[in-house]
């Protein structure tokens, strides 16, 4: 028998897919790591479960317990499957630019969502202060008390990476990989995974796909935080060194356009039958570049984040392109 103790077994052990076209046109194995596949369908289910254990071990998160969260999106939907699954309740805070499809899978699992202005880290009220600020009024209020998950600088969030993601890809490229290329939100996927495969082989080549709009790709290559432009992908594009992302083994720094990775997505889609989300357009417009920089007869893994559905407003929809001067597929 092969039976799973419900949701939260059935977290991570996601297969690593070979992409076709990618591979073809760089004469290298790029592999994409199948995320989506999550139960919450997204790469950020593994990083909920870990900050909801570490905090029910160290005891702050109580039974009946309410957590609280500043989230994209991602993160708050594996929180509150994985709250629902264990016994917690969760309060989302999301900045209201985040796409409909998002909110609406947060509401119908029941998490109370709070949307604020999209505002920069800065300022008091944005998502992820204002989330804080909400944990330590509600631990004083809630009977059964509440924590925050603070997933940028709770370090529980990328050890998720560093006992499964990373080991996992070690294990199903038999220890064969050469490169491994992500974007960063938190930071957890990257760093994570990053030092669970430098731990086995130092020469592993750790790159940032980072998107405009983000600081990280001018401070690894210059040593310097700016951002310059925008992007239309969600959950990725950071501007500071998060306690996630502090130590993190990174070799190669590129900066990937939208105009580069929004056609990668739309061909995933029609060509190879894989519906993502704009984060994986980056992560493979990324893991391309790599292989572009390493040469041809190198095994580069990247990572798929989230299923596309998730954007179909947006990024599927060929108004909301064209309105952003995007090319849309003329199939759409
Ligand atoms: N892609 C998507 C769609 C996400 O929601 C996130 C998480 N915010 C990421 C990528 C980045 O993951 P991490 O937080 O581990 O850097």
């Known amino acids: 028998m092969d039976i799973k103790n419900g949701l939260v077994d059935s977290i991570g052990n996601t297969p690593l897919l070979r992409l076709k076209r990618a591979s073809e046109e760089t004469g290298c194995e790029i592999l994409g790591k199948a995320e989506f596949l999550n139960p919450g369908q997204s790469v950020k289910d593994r990083a909920a479960l870990y900050i909801i254990q570490d905090a029910v071990k160290r005891g702050t998160l109580k039974p009946g317990g309410v957590i609280v969260e500043g989230t994209a999106g991602n993160t708050g939907i594996g929180l509150a499957l994985v709250g629902n699954a264990l016994g917690f309740r969760s309060v989302i805070v999301i900045p209201e630019t985040q796409s409909q499809e998002k909110k609406d899978m947060l509401r119908l699992c029941g998490a109370q969502l ?107 290559k210059h040593g310097e935080l700016k951002a310059e432009g925008t992007s239309i992908t969600e959950g990725i594009g950071q501007g500071r060194i998060t306690a996630n992302l502090e130590d993190a083994p990174i070799d190669q720094a590129f900066q990937i356009p939208d105009e580069e990775a929004l056609p990668i997505v739309f061909d995933l889609l029609k060509e190879e039958g894989l519906c993502l989300g704009g984060s994986s357009g980056i992560n493979v417009a990324g893991a391309i570049r790599l292989a572009r920089e390493m040469g041809p007869g190198h095994t580069i893994v990247t990572v798929l984040c989230d299923y596309g559905t998730r954007y179909q407003s947006k990024l599927f929809n060929p108004a909301f392109l064209k309105e952003k001067g995007l090319p849309a597929p003329d199939w759409l």
């Not at 809630?142 to 709770?154: H, S, T």
Request: glycine letters at 12%; hydrophobic letters at 40%.
């Open 114 to 220: 709070i949307e604020v202005p999209a505002v920069p880290y800065k300022d008091p009220n944005n998502y992820v202060k204002y989330s804080g600020r909400l944990a330590e009024e509600l631990a004083a209020k809630e009977p059964n008390g509440a924590i925050w998950a603070n997933q940028f600088d709770n370090v529980a969030n990328r050890l998720a990476h560093i006992e499964t993601t990373g080991p996992e890809i070690w294990t199903q490229t038999d220890g064969k990989v050469d490169g491994f290329i992500c974007a960063v939100g938190t930071g957890g996927t990257l760093a994570g995974t990053g030092m669970a495969l430098k731990e086995r082989n130092r020469n592993v080549q750790i790159g940032i796909a980072d998107p405009m709009g983000a600081a990280l790709y001018h401070f690894y």
